[in-house]
T-cell receptor, first 112, second 114 residues
Framework: EAEVAQSPRYKITEKSQAVAFWCDPISGHATLYWYRQILGQGPELLVQFQDESVVDDSQLPKDRFSAERLKGVDSTLKIQPAELGDSAMYLC??????????FGPGTRLLVL | DQQVKQNSPSLSVQEGRISILNCDYTNSMFDYFLWYKKYPAEGPTFLISISSIKDKNEDGRFTVFLNKSAKHLSLHIVPSQPGDSAVYFCAASETNSGNTPLVFGKGTRLSVIA
């Protein structure tokens, strides 16, 4: 069964450092999403891609966060510099256009 | 302002009995609803979905009911099993507006007691 891959699974960093997360969606899925889940809350969208284009990044803190999907397949989410409040689970999901979203295992980030 | 609300943070049910998880929404533009199950340190796993043109969808032990007039949906699990113990998220989207992202509730932690 095809799955969304994410790495790393866990990341501990100090504040002001840079971190990067990687996502490989299910093959053939043109739409890719990055969500952030804070403990005790539901996931919230950070950025949505359709192929290599950003569809929605209205909730992405652009002063420190960036995301790219250069070839329309895998994607990277970067935070620079990391802040204490960035500690959360970062989830990647993919779907066909208009289809059900399938999530990867997530990257748990801890900023010290 | 939360558009998707799960007002019960937790629920305990005995093995073999029915689990009912509830979800309310405020955005009348939502037309597609999903339930995800999440174990600790893992990503959400898709369980079941329902379109606004239906009022019920069933898949094995899982049934989702949608009441559009009340803006309410529920997930029924019958019979409940210990392996069902997880956090359940209700999510909604406006598919008629294109490929829109999901809006999630805060989740309900289900504990199935053997």
């Amino acid at each position: 069964e095809a799955e969304v891959a994410q790495s790393p699974r866990y990341k501990i960093t100090e504040k002001s450092q840079a971190v990067a997360f990687w996502c490989d969606p299910i093959s053939g899925h043109a739409t890719l999403y990055w969500y952030r889940q804070i403990l005790g809350q539901g996931p919230e969208l950070l950025v949505q891609f359709q192929d290599e284009s950003v569809v929605d990044d209205s909730q992405l803190p652009k002063d420190r966060f960036s995301a790219e999907r250069l070839k329309g397949v895998d994607s990277t989410l970067k935070i620079q510099p990391a802040e204490l409040g960035d500690s959360a689970m970062y989830l990647c999901a993919s779907s066909h256009l208009g289809g059900t979203q399938y999530f990867g295992p997530g990257t748990r980030l801890l900023v010290l | 302002d939360q558009q998707v609300k799960q007002n019960s943070p937790s629920l305990s049910v005995q093995e073999g009995r029915i689990s009912i998880l509830n979800c309310d929404y405020t955005n009348s533009m939502f037309d597609y609803f999903l339930w995800y199950k999440k174990y600790p340190a893992e990503g959400p796993t898709f369980l079941i979905s329902i379109s606004s043109i239906k009022d019920k969808n069933e898949d094995g032990r899982f049934t989702v009911f949608l009441n559009k007039s009340a803006k309410h949906l529920s997930l029924h699990i019958v019979p409940s099993q210990p392996g069902d113990s997880a956090v359940y998220f209700c999510a909604a989207s406006e598919t008629n507006s294109g490929n829109t992202p999901l809006v999630f509730g805060k989740g309900t932690r289900l504990s199935v007691i053997a």
